[in-house]
């Protein structure tokens, strides 16, 4: 999956994100609030990471535990 690809999954969602590079940034981090677009989602490598509030971990495992965005996840 592309970061493109991505983004246009969580902007079907309802989440405000921008592609940065390799990286989607969502506007307001899921965990913690902070809207600084903090929350970084990596399609190529399959990690997220938030810069504000530390929270990390495998991307699917967030899209699909958190509902993020209702995809498959290839």
């Known amino acids: ?3 493109a690809d991505l983004q246009h999954l969580l ?3 309802g989440w405000e994100c921008e592609v940065r590079g390799t990286e989607v940034r969502l506007r307001i ?3 913690c609030g ?6 970084e ?3 190529e490598k399959g990690v997220f990471h938030c810069w504000a509030c530390k929270r ?3 991307l ?6 958190n509902a ?3 995809l498959k996840w290839d």
């Open 41 to 43: 989602l990596s399609a």
């Open 34 to 39: 902070n809207e600084k677009q903090n929350l």
């Open 56 to 58: 990390g971990g495998r």
């Open 60 to 65: 699917d495992s967030l899209l699909r535990d």
């Open 68 to 70: 993020i965005a209702y």
């Open 1 to 3: 999956m592309r970061a």
């Open 11 to 13: 902007t079907a969602s």
């Open 29 to 31: 981090c899921y965990f």
